[in-house]
């Protein structure tokens, strides 16, 4: 990879867990953007966005419409919304009907920004109990991006990265506590 100018992170059932084990070990002078894709129910204000930014120092957000990505900041979608990322490396909320039953759908913002970034994108999908994600990743390596999986054996619903890995080739299959040095490697 020349450039990481993006890190997409797409998550279901037990994918909450990772994030907390992987947050606190994360750079703080990360030189792109995180964006985290859960599937989340819409409702009543959600506590996610405070539970991730008590493990880090990055800042963490919800994202909201036509805000421009910035390095060294997190992003969590909004429930009840596809986000994609625009040309202008901007972010857009759409309230279209469900993909994989969820909205957020995985699949909408891996492709989206693979659009957008390209080869410069990384994306990790990590546990959950459907396809979701599965089709974004086929389409983030179509355009010679990095697709990063957890380790299905240390999920704790294996088979969305079980799915993923059946439907394409990804370029490193990690544990949670691989993931931070990882991520950590794409801004050096």
Request: aromatic content about 6%; some cysteine.
């Amino acid at each position: 990879m020349k450039n990481c100018e993006a890190l997409v992170i797409g998550g279901s059932a037990g994918s909450l867990d990772v994030l907390l084990k992987v947050l606190p070990d994360i750079d703080l002078l990360l030189p792109f953007p995180i964006i985290i894709v859960l599937h989340r129910k819409p409702g009543k204000d959600s506590m996610l966005t405070q539970l991730l930014s008590a493990k880090t120092l990055l800042k963490v957000k919800e994202l909201e419409e036509k805000e421009k990505l910035t390095p060294a900041h997190i992003y969590i979608a909004p429930p009840n919304y596809h986000v994609l990322i625009e040309n202008n490396k901007t972010f857009s909320l759409d309230a279209s009907e469900k993909i994989n039953f969820s909205r957020p759908s995985i699949d909408v913002t891996f492709e989206s920004a693979s659009d957008v970034f390209s080869e410069n994108l990384v994306c990790l999908l990590l546990s959950g109990a459907n396809s979701d994600g599965t089709k974004g990743v086929q389409k983030v390596k179509e355009n010679n991006g990095i697709v990063i999986i957890q380790n299905p054996a240390s999920a704790i619903v294996p088979f969305m990265p079980e799915y993923a890995l059946e439907h394409c080739n990804a370029d490193a299959i990690l544990n949670a506590d691989e993931m931070a040095n990882y991520i950590n490697q794409l801004g050096k």
